[in-house]
């Protein structure tokens, strides 16, 4: 029987021939990533149980990307970051390490990690951070781990897993010019529950995910873990070799689903048939329409994080908000210092996306996880009250983005600048004819 | 693994994700450091909304204000409990303010996963839904061997679902010392 690509995947990095869902194996690990919040916690975990002078098990794999608490006054915050400097250097670790305060910091490790090439097709990337996910996009195998699994793979370099059943999902029909990947994400967590692909592969495919570019595809896969998914993943094509291999020499192994492989399921959307979607408060699944939100006031706007604060998601905002003026506090966080340097160099009709930006009243903050998840009170963008925000972030249960008594609704840069336009949820279609 | 667990129940709702079980900005104390890290058990499922928290009735806290250690020793939650971030520091934090086990009717992967690898608390599963069954500060007795869960003052059972392969792990701790029995490192 023929292994879906998923299962090809772990079953090479298992040494073995094959796999079927439900199997727990053990797999070496190819890339191991790490952030400031749950850093000094694996730190610990690896040093406890390997010794205080251990080494990692591959100085070349471990790769430390300081995003969350990094623009803040908080002195625990900060000190999680010393103790990252200190491991980096205690180990070697400087190549793939990213240090705040230099010119090497990069911002939201989802995005740091295929932009410095750490990100290829065939391999095993685990992180302690739920959306590693993400990677997936490059038709590999990623996922979210936390601080125990994490500190044995620094020690060990594998891991168990049990083998997950894939959910194929296949858009039919080429994107139309006012949806995202943001929109078809939130229609199938909507379609499937926050719970809908638990413990399960959920793989991407069809003319509509074929013709999205190599961000708009990470962040279809950003988004599986909101439905409980254990990785997402996308068969590479000539897109994401292309990608790959401007960013990294590495050789890479591309894998594909076999013929025959079987699924758990297999789910056929037309694109032509979802309109601007909507993720209502507290919860990813809770889906509605923009247009039939129209009545919702909003009281800010967010863009940003690693699902939403990529170049795609700014040029789409930019096509919106040009020559126009914001009617909520709007707040722009680009995911990266490759973003940030992007908005300052890529020009529309003449004007840069961030002059676009400032001329239409938004706040641009530095690049980090800024308030995509609170953080401390001094975040930039952070929901400090009853707050009503539309956000191009992943996640809205209650206190997500800071105050227990804010709302958020989720949706496409497309939607949310729209929305910022009118101080009212809004289709885009409206502006974009 | 004790083979009985037994204390009072906090009782949850479903999909309680893990910015309400330790909300983000409490993420930054140190986890091995003993005095600092009394504060995880301080704020445990401080992210709850209020009405939500200790059911039926709400407003219950799981942590009285100014404590660190709670008086509910099993967590009974509903469907797809643990869901959202990777953060160890949620199981973490329900086991530093004195939670043993948790029963829900199913987990998110994470979750699960970081409470049996870590050795902090065991996620029993349930095959029906049980939080409307059981009150916040009913005596609860769960019986390891047998897997069953029992309301203590009416003897009234519900079957857990057997263990499985996590069985081992919790047995011996945590994965590194099931691996060291293990012969794995
Ligand atoms: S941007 Fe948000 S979702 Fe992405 S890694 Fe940072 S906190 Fe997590």
Known sequence: MGM??????????????????????????????????????????????????????????????????IFTKD????????????????????NNYFDPGSPRYKGVCHVALPEEGHTRPGEVLFGTDSHTCTAGAFGEFATGIGNTDAGF????????????????????GELPPYLMAKDLIL???????????????MEFAGDGVYGLNIEERMTLCNMVIEAGGK?????????????????????????????GASFFVEKVYKTSEIIPTVAKPHSPDNRGVAQELSDIKITRAYIGSCTGG???????????????????????????????????????????????????GA??????????????????????????????????????????????????????????LTGKITDPRKYLS | MEDIIRGKAFVLGDDIDTDQIIPAHHLVYKLDDGEESKKYGEFALSGVPESQSGLPQGKIPFVEKGEWQSEYKIIIGGKNFGCG?????????????????????????????????????????????????????????????????????????????????????????????????????
């Not at chain 1, 002195?75 to 400087?94: D, M, P």
Request: glycine share 8%; charged share 25%; aromatic share 8%.
């Open chain 1, 4 to 69: 879906t690509i998923t299962e090809k995947i772990l079953a090479q990095h298992a040494g073995r021939d094959s796999v079927s869902p439900g199997e727990n194996i053990w797999i070496d690990v190819d890339v191991l990533m790490t952030h400031d919040v749950c850093g000094p916690g694996t730190i610990g975990v690896f040093k406890k149980n390997f010794g205080e002078n251990a080494n990692v098990w591959d100085k070349s794999k471990v790769v430390i990307i300081p995003d969350h608490y």
């Open chain 1, 75 to 94: 002195t625990y915050a900060n000190r999680n970051v010393e103790i990252l400097r200190q491991f980096v250097k205690e180990q070697g670790l400087e």
């Open chain 1, 153 to 172: 793979i620094m020690g060990a370099g594998k891991l168990w897993v049990k083998t997950p059943p894939t959910m194929r999902f296949v858009f039919e």
């Open chain 1, 187 to 201: 229609h199938i967590i909507g379609d499937i529950g926050c719970d809908g692909a638990t413990y399960r592969a």
């Open chain 1, 231 to 259: 990785n997402g993943v996308i068969e590479p094509d000539d897109v994401t070799i292309d990608f790959v291999k401007s960013r990294t020499d590495k050789p890479f192994n591309v894998v594909r689903n076999d013929p």
């Open chain 1, 310 to 360: 990529k170049m795609t998601d700014f040029k789409a905002a930019a096509a919106i908000l040009e020559g126009q003026t914001c009617q909520v506090p709007t707040f722009i966080v680009p995911a990266t210092t490759e973003v940030e340097k992007g908005l300052k160099e890529t020009k529309r009709n003449g004007k840069s996306l961030y002059e676009i930006f400032e001329a239409a």
């Open chain 1, 363 to 420: 706040h641009i903050g530095p690049p980090s996880c800024a308030a995509c998840l609170g953080g401390p009170e001094d975040t930039f963008g952070r929901l400090n009250g009853p707050e009503v925000c539309i956000s191009t972030t992943n996640r809205n249960f209650p206190g997500r983005m800071g105050s227990k008594d804010s709302q958020v609704f989720l949706a496409s840069p497309y939607t949310v600048a729209a929305s910022s």
């Open chain 2, 85 to 185: 971030s990777s953060r160890e520091h949620a199981p973490y934090a329900l086991n530093k303010a004195g939670a043993a086990a948790v029963v829900a009717q199913s987990y998110a992967r994470i979750f699960f996963r970081n409470s049996v690898n870590g050795g902090y608390l065991i996620p029993f599963e349930t095959a029906n839904k049980i939080n409307d069954q059981i009150a916040t500060g009913d005596e609860i007795e769960i019986d390891v061997k047998s897997s069953t869960l029992k309301k203590v003052e009416t003897g009234e059972t519900f079957p857990l679902q057997p263990l499985g392969d996590i069985e081992e792990i919790l047995k011996s701790g945590n994965i590194f010392s099931y691996a060291k029995e293990a012969g794995m490192m």
